[in-house]
């Protein structure tokens, strides 16, 4: 079946530690998007990416890295240098032109130990 | 101003009774506007897009887009309780923060439906 993949569903970090969050499309969607959601707000953008090779700082960047290597995957780290980085992070994955509809990965639950 | 704004909430109706979401948006020029639902501790889920001016009906949901008011509504007739939810209003297409096909959400109207 077509769809996202996030994985793992829960992570655990030690201070100081960089973590990676997976994240696989099959839909042959062209762009990505990683969000930051916090316990009752709404979702913030960290990056976004339209294309293979490309991608763009998003509202919150700071902290985090990505790549983008291969149209299915769009991999987020989280790096020591984001200071609050327990939230739950949700992968998208956009097809580009006219009906450009969003369909979200079942998210990652990262905490800080 | 923000750039997509909802009422948090939450907001409370009655089974059976109309379930009335709003949403303003800040860039005129965007193209494409979307409702999403999420359960607690769960991801969103897509409900609606709409991207012309007018009503756009799917079952019991109706999306209401209004660009010269950069206005887009969700009306949920019938309401049940399994309704209970955060709705999230999402828009792309404009030119928030000088970057384009940005997906930018709201922060959520809470719904909660009374038995």
């Known amino acids: 079946d077509g769809g996202i993949t996030q994985s793992p569903k829960y992570l655990f970090r030690k201070e100081g530690q960089n973590v990676t969050l997976s994240c696989e499309q099959n839909l042959n969607h062209d762009a990505m998007y990683w969000y930051r959601q916090d316990p009752g707000q709404g979702l913030r953008l960290i990056y976004y990416?339209?294309?293979?090779?490309?991608?763009q700082k998003g509202d919150i960047a700071e902290g985090y890295s990505v790549s983008r290597e291969k149209k299915e995957s769009f991999p987020l780290t989280v790096t020591s240098a984001q200071k609050n980085p327990t939230a739950f992070y949700l992968c998208?994955?956009?097809?580009?032109?006219?009906?450009?509809?969003?369909?979200f990965g079942q998210g990652t639950r990262l905490t800080v130990v | 101003q923000k750039e997509v704004e909802q009422n948090s909430g939450p907001l409370s109706v009655p089974e059976g009774a109309i379930a009335s979401l709003n949403c303003t948006y800040s860039?005129?020029?965007?193209?494409?506007f979307f409702w999403y639902r999420q359960y607690s501790g769960k991801s969103p889920e897509l409900i609606m897009s709409i991207y012309s001016n007018g009503d756009k009906e799917d079952g019991r949901f109706t999306a209401q887009l209004n660009k010269a008011s950069q206005y887009v509504s969700l009306l949920i007739r019938d309401s049940q309780p399994s309704d209970s939810a955060t709705y999230l209003c999402a828009v792309n297409g404009g030119n928030y923060g000088g970057a384009t096909n940005k997906l930018i959400f709201g922060t959520g109207t809470l719904l909660a439906v009374q038995p």
């Open positions: 990416s339209q294309i293979v090779n490309d991608f």
């Open positions: 998208a994955s956009i097809r580009t032109g006219r009906w450009d509809e969003a369909f």
């Open positions: 860039d005129r020029v965007s193209q494409s």
